[in-house]
């Protein structure tokens, strides 16, 4: 593994390089466009090659100071980090000088929510960033049903009341939590399915969104029109802490490496940047070797600093 995580942490000097003119990155990325914008990537990208533990997390802690990505957000799906590890953590990227977001891999109906969210919100406080814990709004719900594409009612209420519970104690902690979107639809017909259009119309203040920028077309089971996404967007812009920077072709795949998506994505930073969201997350697919990992995230950010 070490020897393998050293041959593909090579193949990252060259970006490194192209963003700051040397290999020692001591600049961050700044999008010419778009120089507010704090740009960094998501961990999930590597888990396959990389599974969760304080030692891969520094490692791709050391990629992203190399890169020059001023944050990530490291994904610790089941919070199995331990407090203690998180703190090692949270001092580790900041004597790299590395922002820290913290998201887990649970949805709000899931069974075991509540024992991996508190042990999550422990984790998330000591991190020094965009101050948000991250879950999904959809579980086992439609993970169970391939073809479901809303939340009945009485699932949308306990959603509701979930979330409420949770963001209230996450705003206690000093922390703002936030649900990204997945499987759900965007909307439902009002009656006997809900999406996520109803749910955010009915949480409190202190529920946020972290917004991902294929799922609407990719990975919504109702595909998403596109000036629907994007009044989505806007209308949510004032509670989304950072967004996950991820590409869907037109034919509504989640493609492996940045490109023109859907919702195109100076649409996307404009709206982040008018409404002051500063952090923003590169997801990739999940290839087997970090090799691959790597070589796709440097293609990702090449293309963001070419085009925007």
């Not at 953590?89 to 509540?114: C, F, H, M, R």
């Amino acid at each position: 593994m070490k020897t393998r995580f050293l041959v593909a942490f090579m193949t990252v000097f060259s970006l490194a390089a192209f963003l700051t003119g040397s290999v020692l990155a001591a600049e961050k990325i700044v999008l010419k466009k778009y120089p507010e914008i704090k740009l960094g990537f998501t961990t999930t990208n590597f888990l396959k090659p990389l599974p969760v533990s304080l030692e891969n997390k520094k490692k791709l802690v050391d990629l992203a100071s190399e890169l020059g990505c001023a944050w990530v957000e490291i994904r610790d799906p089941s919070a199995s980090l331990t407090l203690d590890e998180c703190k090692q953590l949270a001092a580790y990227a900041k004597s790299k000088n590395i922002e820290i977001g913290y998201a887990l891999q649970v949805g709000l109906l899931d069974p075991t929510y509540w024992e991996i969210f508190t042990r999550g919100l422990a984790n998330a406080a000591v991190f020094e960033g965009p101050r948000t814990i991250r879950t999904l709004a959809a579980g086992p719900e439609f993970a169970s049903d391939p073809k479901k594409k809303t939340w009945t009612l009485s699932e949308l209420y306990k959603a509701v009341q979930v979330a409420n519970k949770a963001a209230n104690m996450a705003r206690a902690t000093g922390i703002k939590y936030v649900v990204e979107n997945a499987f759900e639809a965007l909307k439902g017909d009002g009656v006997t399915g809900f999406g996520l259009s109803e749910f955010f119309a009915n949480v409190n203040s202190n529920m946020f969104l972290q917004c991902d920028t294929a799922n609407f077309f990719a990975t919504s089971r109702v595909y998403t029109k596109i000036e629907e996404a994007k009044a989505f967007m806007e209308k949510y812009a004032s509670r989304m802490p950072y967004i996950h920077i991820k590409a869907s072709s037109s034919e509504h795949k989640v493609l492996p490496i940045l490109a023109e998506n859907e919702l195109d994505f100076n649409t996307v930073f404009s709206i982040l940047t008018k409404n002051k969201i500063r952090y923003a997350a590169i997801e990739l697919t999940q290839p087997d070797t970090f090799t691959d990992c790597a070589n796709n995230l440097q293609k990702s950010f090449e293309y963001l600093v070419k085009n925007y």
